[in-house]
Antibody
Framework: QVQLVQSGAEVKKPGASVKVSCKAS????????INWVRQATGQGLEWMGW????????GYAQKFQGRVTITRNISISTAYMEVSSLRSEDTAVYYC???????????????????WGKGTTVTVSS | QSVLTQPPSVSAAPGQKVTISCSGS????????VSWYQQIPGTAPKLLIY???KRPSGIPDRFSGSKSGTSATLGITGLQTGDEADYYC???????????FGTGTKVTVL
């Protein structure tokens, strides 16, 4: 079955970096985008960025540009999301999600996330 | 703060219907398709509706989506206790060049 399996929980100190992995299975890794979404405790969903695994092209929410890097290793169907200069406000659950994007016949842009990983808890604490 | 506004909470008795609104602008809902996600506490979000009104395989037809102008609506009929969750709308924002989620709505079954 189609699934995304994420790496385990991380505890980091302020100023450090964290790299979370997301291994895809059950489909062709290069045929769909990978997105990263985070959620702080008791808060809503926050989209961080996307990557096209085929081209390696990426896009980031303005808030995360320069501090978040999304990469991939096609040979093992795995995407990575690294956050640098961690601060306490980065404490959250981080999700990867498969993205489906394109233009409809009536020229509307569609973009949705149809398969989600279970999430990786990242705790930033001194 | 999110550019898509949802009511914080809605509630109804089992078997009843609820609707959740999602208000945006021409740069997001007005010119792009909307999707909806269900998140049961402690679990990952799940795609409920995509392309404004389509349901993925396995999603019951009790869930429906619609869009008009710069607003979208999720409807849930025949409410069940298992529907208690947080619901988020989402769409691409062409001005921000980013995907945006709504503020989220908690559904309570009385």
């Amino acid at each position: 079955q189609v699934q995304l399996v994420q790496s385990g929980a991380e505890v980091k100190k302020p100023g450090a970096s964290v790299k979370v992995s997301c291994k895809a299975s059950g489909y062709t890794f290069t045929s769909y985008d990978i997105n990263w979404v985070r959620q702080a405790t008791g808060q809503g969903l926050e989209w961080m960025g996307w990557m096209n695994p085929n081209s390696g092209n990426t896009g980031y929410a303005q808030k995360f540009q320069g501090r978040v890097t999304i990469t991939r290793n096609i040979s093992i169907s795995t995407a990575y999301m690294e956050v640098s200069s961690l601060r306490s406000e980065d404490t959250a659950v981080y999700y990867c999600a498969r993205g489906v994007v394109g233009y409809s016949s009536d020229y509307y842009y569609y973009f949705y996330m149809d398969v989600w990983g279970k999430g990786t808890t990242v705790t930033v604490s001194s | 703060q999110s550019v898509l506004t949802q009511p914080p909470s809605v509630s109804a008795a089992p078997g009843q219907k609820v609707t959740i609104s999602c208000s945006g602008s021409s740069s997001n809902i007005g010119n792009n398709y909307v999707s909806w996600y269900q998140q049961i506490p402690g679990t990952a979000p799940k795609l409920l509706i995509y392309d404004n009104n389509k349901r993925p395989s396995g999603i019951p037809d009790r869930f429906s989506g619609s869009k008009s102008g710069t607003s979208a609506t999720l409807g849930i009929t025949g409410l069940q206790t298992g529907d208690e969750a947080d619901y988020y709308c989402g769409t691409w924002d062409s001005s921000l060049s980013a995907y945006v989620f709504g503020t989220g709505t908690k559904v309570t079954v009385l």
